[in-house]
T-cell receptor, first 108, second 113 residues
Framework: DAKTTQPPSMDCAEGRAANLPCNHS???????VYWYRQIHSQGPQYIIH???NNETNEMASLIITEDRKSSTLILPHATLRDTAVYYC?????????FGSGTKLNVKP | DSGVTQTPKHLITATGQRVTLRCSPR?????VYWYQQSLDQGLQFLIQ???????AKGNILERFSAQQFPDLHSELNLSSLELGDSALYFC????????????FGPGTRLLVL
């Protein structure tokens, strides 16, 4: 059911920017792109979302391509506490489909 | 802390038994969602309630049921439990049922022996 494709894992050095890609080539016009993360077995934590414009908040930036078929989540200065599984979700708000996500390993 | 609370944190029971998981949404949120996360599967959407009424259904088994009460807390009832029902169960809430961000609780870990 997931409408997104993400790499299963990525590494990032502490203090560097982490760029997590997501493909959602079948996204339709009224669907939003959401990003959540899950640290260990805790409840998923909301990070950011967008429709077509780039978005930034205190946690991250979201870059959505002009054709909306892919997006990138950017953590500008990754810390060890950012090690988690990151989920990219496309939703029209009727249902949220969580795929397998990307396991981000932040290394010292 | 998302403001969503779930009880109990852990639950151990036997096959064939019935359990109830409880969720209190964030203050002011009208919509509640239930998810299941098994070891070999990702987060699976089960069901959504909005202001006491069922709004959307996902991959919820017939042995499972849920309800949302007038005070907006929700309960997920799991019956005739099987080993495969062992999982993390998360509740999420949002203000409305439309274009709203979901905020997740800490989950209930269910172990069926």
């Amino acid at each position: 059911d997931a409408k997104t494709t993400q790499p299963p894992s990525m590494d990032c050095a502490e203090g560097r920017a982490a760029n997590l890609p997501c493909n959602h080539s079948t996204i339709s016009g009224n669907e939003y792109v959401y990003w959540y993360r899950q640290i260990h077995s805790q409840g998923p934590q909301y990070i950011i979302h967008g429709l077509k414009n780039n978005e930034t908040n205190e946690m991250a930036s979201l870059i959505i391509t002009e054709d909306r078929k892919s997006s990138t989540l950017i953590l500008p200065h990754a810390t060890l506490r950012d090690t988690a599984v990151y989920y990219c979700i496309v939703t029209d708000f009727n249902k949220f489909y969580f795929g397998s996500g990307t396991k981000l390993n932040v290394k010292p | 802390d998302s403001g969503v609370t779930q009880t109990p944190k852990h639950l151990i029971t036997a096959t064939g038994q019935r359990v109830t998981l409880r969720c209190s949404p964030r203050s002011g949120d009208l919509s509640v969602y239930w998810y299941q996360q098994s070891l070999d599967q990702g987060l699976q959407f089960l069901i959504q309630y909005y202001n006491g009424e069922e709004r959307a259904k996902g991959n919820i088994l017939e042995r499972f049921s849920a309800q949302q009460f007038p005070d907006l807390h929700s309960e997920l009832n799991l019956s005739s439990l099987e080993l495969g029902d062992s999982a993390l169960y998360f509740c999420a809430s949002s203000v409305e049922a439309g274009r709203e961000t979901q905020y997740f609780g800490p989950g209930t870990r269910l172990l069926v022996l």
